[in-house]
């Protein structure tokens, strides 16, 4: 703190005394007001967070920004004035005709008896013989069984010998392996629980409390044990051979989210996370998704699973993908746009409303428009090929990159914002990330930013928020190989009930005397192996 003067001190001081401490107190202000400043936005920020829209895009912030004078910014003379037609809703339903048959077609159907009319009552209304049939009106009504339960009964001929050389050895029947030996469990259970809690997000304990509802005493502990059992006996393996799938491509994804486990944690609240690592988003013949449990987030876990990689690997800015980059000769790291406008957006989100005009003048919207222009085209190009892609963005996307770093470097260097706020944060990390973000531009196969990696491991974050944590290590594991299975499955418009059925019938049948399986036999039963059965695959509509 600084030092306090009497006014009898102030009076003896000189004139060049005065003149340091006036300038002592500005510099003291100017630092106050900008630390204040800077806590302002942190508190909107804060509260943009909790109670505002999470969405970052520019024209939703254009949006609020319009809400104080929404007449003015939405004003335009030379916009035509709507027809009637335009503004009035139409009487007529304009439904696709037939649509309900297509939507039906794929379901079993079980024909009713019709509903008839006695020819007494039809001689009574229109009088003997004065009627006839006309055709039948058939409807469609669609009919849900939510729980069905069936106990399989097995049977197995036993025989015995009465005489010659294997007199009193028996002979049985050829039984179908166990999915695990002496368990009540089938594929078909536990198919129906790992599609509740993996892909629908719900906890065990309420699939338990449903079972119990129907009569089915199953406790989560049970389920639990199967689910980890299966997932080191089949899972693991299955996994494995996907993984070879997906370090085989030459662009990859990945990203990571906290998750707390409480037999693997140092100490209370402390953060263990689960990895995910996807295939490219263009790549779209046979999209991986693989889930990695890790105890915590050091670069010794990504280095690890991609050290015999050679390709490109976008990711956020996280320091740990920079050091593959650097340690593995092999890896190229691209970052995310998607992060690198974060920042700004967050400005932007936390600045005054009351004053539209200087918003839109802030150093934080301009950043913000002009990497919406390139995204913009970049989206435009989705659907072309690669090479197109390139070419594309080397004439058109390019120049735009070059003169967004060259403004952003030019507002850092004449200290246009305080280096500290939210905007000022945002331009060091694009200054410092240029090489990085740059690499989109030099193959078409890369995407601009790592959204796909955020909404493979979106269902995994849903989950987390119903059960809050993992117990041990190897539940997290197990739950690892599971959803890497299931969302695999669904990029590859499987259907994931159907195909946890399918291959948790199959994968025993591929175990050997020693419990060990076959890599080479796994291949026809991959997400998007040709030969999986047609039940499996998600109804395409006409």
């Not at 629980?193 to 449903?210: D, F, G, M, P, T």
């Not at 980890?228 to 996907?242: L, T």
């Not at 025993?508 to 059965?533: F, R, S, T």
Request: net charge neutral; charged share 30%.
């Amino acid at each position: 703190m600084a030092d306090r003067h009497t006014l009898e001190e102030l009076n003896n001081c000189s004139r060049e005394e005065l003149i340091t401490i006036v300038l002592m107190m500005q510099g003291q202000l100017d630092t106050l007001n900008e630390n204040i400043e800077r806590l302002i936005e942190q508190v909107r920020i804060a509260n943009s967070y909790r109670f505002g829209k999470h969405t970052e895009t520019l024209d939703s912030i254009d949006g609020q920004l319009s809400f104080f004078d929404e007449a003015e910014s939405c004003c335009d003379l030379s916009v035509p004035e709507p027809a009637a037609e335009e503004v009035l809703p139409s009487r007529r339903n304009h439904k696709k005709k037939g649509q309900r048959e297509t939507d039906l077609k794929d379901f079993p159907e079980e024909i009713l008896p019709p509903y008839q009319v006695s020819t007494e009552e039809l001689d009574t209304f229109y009088g003997a013989g004065n009627w006839r049939r006309m055709k039948d009106e058939t409807y469609k009504r669609l009919r849900h069984e939510p729980e069905s339960w069936t106990v399989e009964v097995h049977t197995v001929e036993v025989y015995v010998g009465t005489g010659g050389d294997h007199q009193d050895e028996f002979l049985r029947g050829k039984r179908p392996k166990d999915l695990l030996r002496g368990s009540i469990v089938t594929p078909s259970l536990l198919a129906s629980i790992l599609n509740v809690k993996y892909v629908n997000s719900s906890a065990l304990h309420r699939v338990e409390q449903e079972f119990q509802r129907n009569g089915v005493n199953i406790s989560r502990q049970t389920m639990s044990n199967w689910i980890i059992r299966c997932a080191e006996k089949y899972f693991a393996p299955f996994v494995d051979r996907m993984k070879q799938e997906l370090l085989s491509l030459p662009v990859t994804q990945s990203d990571e989210t906290p998750t707390q486990v409480i037999g693997d944690s140092d100490r209370p609240n402390s953060k263990c996370y689960m990895w995910v690592h996807r295939s490219g988003e263009f790549y779209k013949e046979r999209p991986v998704v693989i889930y990695e449990y890790q105890k915590g987030r050091d670069h010794e876990k990504p280095l690890e699973f991609y050290r015999n990689y050679k390709g490109v690997l976008v990711t956020d800015s996280l320091a740990q993908y920079h050091l593959l980059d650097k340690k593995l000769p092999g890896v190229t790291n691209a970052n995310c746009w998607a992060h690198a406008r974060r920042a700004f957006a967050d400005a932007v989100k936390a600045a005054d409303k009351k004053d539209p005009l200087s918003v839109k003048n802030s150093v934080a919207y301009q950043a913000l428009q002009k990497i919406a222009e390139f995204y913009w085209i970049d989206t435009e190009l989705k659907e072309l090929p690669a090479t197109d892609r390139l070419t594309q963005r080397q004439t058109r996307i390019k120049p735009l990159v070059e003169d967004f770093f060259a403004w952003a470097k030019q507002q850092a260097a004449e200290c246009a914002v305080p280096p500290k706020s939210r905007t000022g944060q945002g331009l060091n990390f694009i200054i410092h990330q240029e090489n990085y973000l740059k690499v989109f531009l030099t193959d078409g196969d890369i995407p601009i930013d790592n959204s796909a990696s955020e909404r493979a491991i979106r269902t995994f974050c849903i989950g987390k928020k119903n059960w809050m944590f993992h117990n041990t290590a190897k539940g997290a594991g197990a739950s690892a190989l599971v959803y890497s299975i299931s969302e695999t499955a669904k990029l590859n418009n499987l259907r994931p009930y159907y195909y946890f059925r399918y291959i948790l019938t199959e994968l025993p049948k591929c175990c050997d005397e020693k419990g060990n399986i076959d890599p080479a036999k796994l291949d026809q039963l991959m997400p998007w192996a040709e030969e999986l059965p047609e039940e499996c695959r998600k109804p395409r509509r006409s």
